[in-house]
């Protein structure tokens, strides 16, 4: 506490001159003091909390390295780390323009490009506020990575990544998200709750993910002539578990960070994502073991995080009880709708459609119905219209992008370079050398 108070002093009167050998100190007000030192502490608290988004980037790549295999493990890692290096030049020279600009139809921002809302000493909340932004659009990008594992061109992965951050996640942002800055959206002019992005950020990588694994193909041996569907195990399950608790950490900057404000709407922010993140993953071993015999790993770590993807939609508008159950209902439906696909033939490596399509469209609908502040027909249809807008433009747009990459440059590698591994074929390299060498040696 004495620390806080001595840094928030030094904030002060540094800000205000005063300070020995300043010529001319400025005298401020008590109230005027009081909103600087909130000021300081908004712009803080906002990019600590980016920072924890971003780390949520090396827990997806160790979620989806781990629940692939070895054989592919640099390869995930590369799109991973591409995803967020071009993501982010992406979003700075176009996107969040697009998302955040001034707009008079409520479709897409008109201005803001190249961050040219920011001028040397002018207003610096436009830095801090698109450093929070820059790494949801990369989250939304890299959800696609996982669902398309293990059979993607390196290059073809390049360019539709590349668009997810500068087309297809900005426009639908600026429907819900625009008036957070200079825009104003269709979608939230009717009422629209989506205060950190089941919807925004992970329905649309969800759906996107979909239309990207339906135009891929399953891999190799993943459904036998016969249609029994063959299991393809992760490598490392240690390694997706390190993942998940990276992100479950993460997600304390996603959801409470959304307030941009250091303020104490962000306890109940805090506590709602926490306890949806348990309830789920409870649930979806309850679930596993009731219905395969054993408390599945995977399914579990995937049930915490259909919890978090669920209760971010309405993590500051329901009551800690409701969170349990959004996020209980979140862990059951994650093992259905993985089953459900596995049976019509989308393969989806990781369970990224599952959990971010599925349960972002369900978190978004339970924003509508447990609102602490009241539910009717009306909030619940706008809602609905939100899922239903949401799931038109990103699989649309996400299928159309797959289909051009497809018939141009290619979107899968060969079954050859398949069968050997996207490691050495893509990158002339592999994830675990000894490993192979000792491999090879028993041969």
């Known amino acids: 506490m004495k620390l806080f108070i001595f840094t928030a002093l030094a904030i002060l009167f540094h800000s205000t001159g005063v300070w020995a050998g300043d010529a001319a100190p400025t005298v401020l007000s008590n109230k005027e003091a009081i909103d600087l030192v909130q000021t300081h502490a908004d712009y803080m608290w906002t990019l600590i909390a980016a920072a ?41 020279a176009v996107g969040f323009g697009l998302m955040f600009g001034a707009t008079t139809n409520g479709w897409f921002g008109t201005t ?36 398309m594992a293990e059979r ?29 800055f200079h825009g104003g959206g269709w979608l939230e002019n009717l009422g629209f709750i989506d205060f950190a992005g089941s919807t925004v950020v992970h329905s649309v990588g969800g759906w ?21 569907i063959r299991p393809i195990l992760g490598h490392n399950m240690p390694l997706a578990a390190l ?4 992100l479950w950490l993460g997600w304390f900057g996603f959801n409470p960070g959304s ?49 978090l993807v669920a209760i971010t939609s309405p993590c ?15 862990g059951v439906i994650v093992v259905f709708s993985v089953v459900f696909f596995d049976k019509i033939k989308i393969d989806d490596p990781v369970g990224a459609i599952s959990v971010h399509g599925m349960n972002g469209a369900w978190g978004t609908l339970a924003a509508g ?30 299928f159309i992008l797959f289909k051009v990459i497809d018939k141009t440059i290619g979107l899968r590698v060969t079954p050859e370079e398949e069968m050997e591994g996207l490691d050495f074929t893509e990158h002339g390299n592999v994830a675990y050398p000894d490993f192979e060498v000792s491999t090879y040696s028993q041969k």
């Open 112 to 147: 803001g490009f190249f961050l040219s809302d920011y001028t040397p000493g002018g207003d610096p909340w436009v830095l801090a506020f698109w450093m929070f932004q820059v790494v949801f659009a990369a989250t939304a990008a890299t959800i696609v990575s996982g669902a």
């Open 208 to 228: 996107i993910a979909l239309a990207g694994a339906i135009v891929l193909g399953p891999r190799l041996g993943k459904y036998g002539k016969d249609g029994k």
């Open 152 to 180: 993607t061109k390196f290059t073809s992965y390049l360019v539709y990544s590349v668009f997810v951050s500068l087309i297809i996640y900005p426009i639908f942002g600026s429907w819900a998200w625009g008036s957070l």
């Open 243 to 246: 993942g998940v608790f990276i």
């Open 369 to 398: 119905i447990f609102n602490m502040g009241g539910t009717s027909l009306h909030l619940i249809g706008v809602q609905a219209l939100g899922i239903v807008a949401c799931f038109a433009w990103a699989f649309t747009m996400g």
């Open 52 to 92: 924890l988004v971003f780390f949520m980037q090396a827990g997806f790549a160790m979620v989806e390295a781990g629940f692939t295999r070895a054989k592919n493990a640099v390869n995930i890692m590369m799109k991973n780390l591409m995803d967020f290096s071009m993501g982010a030049l992406a979003y700075w």
């Open 259 to 307: 307030t941009t404000a250091a303020n104490t709407d962000t306890a109940l922010i805090f506590v709602n994502t926490n306890l949806a993140a348990c309830a789920g993953s409870i649930m979806a071993m309850f679930v596993t073991w009731i219905k395969f015999g054993k408390p599945d790993i995977g399914m579990s770590l995937n049930g915490a995080l259909a919890g």
């Open 316 to 330: 500051a508008t329901v009551t800690p009880g409701s969170a349990i159950i959004i996020g209980a209902i979140a």
